[in-house]
């Protein structure tokens, strides 16, 4: 067989043969050069399979998961909706080790393909694994974005939106958006504990009050807790002296 390739390296039944014999043998390394010059010959369908077979190679023989996902990347080339592909991508990107440049390629496509259930699965697994505070806000955000525009699960758009607000409390959209939803799901109750716990943290004055000020309309309205009303309106009064909506509502309570 290996004569006939030296003299025809196109012969079919040659390929298949060589690549039958290097996989009884667990010669992998050979048969991933038989499999890629299998694909360069081919077309369509086979030319997809071909390549996903070399990527399974790599993955699970060879060991060499990074080249394994340049291979399967290179399927959506030939066939851009690739269920094949994507899940093993997918699988890699379980992988705390590969996960960045697997979610890179699993993002913008599985957007395309409005798959936004594996989407936000890939967006919880970047989130978990970034160390970067902005970096894992943004992440949240986006998931949130998914759950909420994408997928209609308001009350988890609203679990990452509160995730993403832990990590930086004074960005105005989160807490915005969080406040919508907290009205949306009837999360009352969650919306004015991380509301009033992120308000003690905050170091700019104004966001403090702004806080506490949401806290005490919602203990006073939805919670129907005047004491926590009173206690958190007196707390925003304090960030914010000057603010004389603050101060009325506060003599009010």
């Known amino acids: 067989l290996e004569n006939v390739i030296l003299i025809d390296p196109a012969h079919g039944e040659a390929l298949s043969g060589l690549a039958r ?14 499999l890629r010059t299998q694909a360069d010959l081919a077309e369509g369908a086979p030319k997809v399979a071909l390549i996903l077979r070399a990527g399974e190679v790599l993955e699970r023989d060879l060991d060499d998961v990074e080249e394994a996902i340049t291979t399967y990347e290179e399927v959506f080339l030939h ?47 970047s989130a ?5 505070p902005f970096g894992k806000k943004e992440k949240l955000r986006a998931l949130a974005e998914v759950h909420d525009a994408c997928r209609g699960d308001l009350p988890a758009a609203f679990d990452a939106y509160a995730r993403a607000f832990a990590e ?55 919670l129907e807790d005047l004491e926590r009303a009173a206690r958190t309106m007196a707390r925003a009064a304090e960030a914010n002296p000057d603010d004389e909506l603050i101060l009325e509502q506060l003599d009010r309570l």
């Not at 978990?128 to 970067?132: E, F, I, K, L, T």
């Open 21 to 34: 014999l290097f996989e009884r043998k667990g010669d992998h390394r050979n048969l991933l050069d038989i």
């Open 79 to 125: 066939d851009p909706e690739s269920s094949e592909a994507l899940e093993a991508l997918m699988r890699i990107a379980r992988l705390e080790q590969y996960r960045e440049r697997a979610a890179e390629i699993l993002e913008p496509r599985l957007r395309e393909l409005s798959r936004f259930d594996e989407l936000a699965e890939i967006l919880e697994l």
């Open 168 to 222: 930086e409390p004074e960005d105005e959209t989160i807490f915005h958006e969080l406040d919508r939803l907290g009205d949306e799901t009837g999360k009352f109750a969650e919306l004015a504990d991380l509301f009033e716990n992120s308000a003690q943290t905050v170091g700019d004055p104004d966001m403090r009050a702004r806080l506490f000020k949401r806290v005490s309309e919602i203990a006073e309205g939805a």
């Open 128 to 132: 978990a694994g970034s160390v970067d």
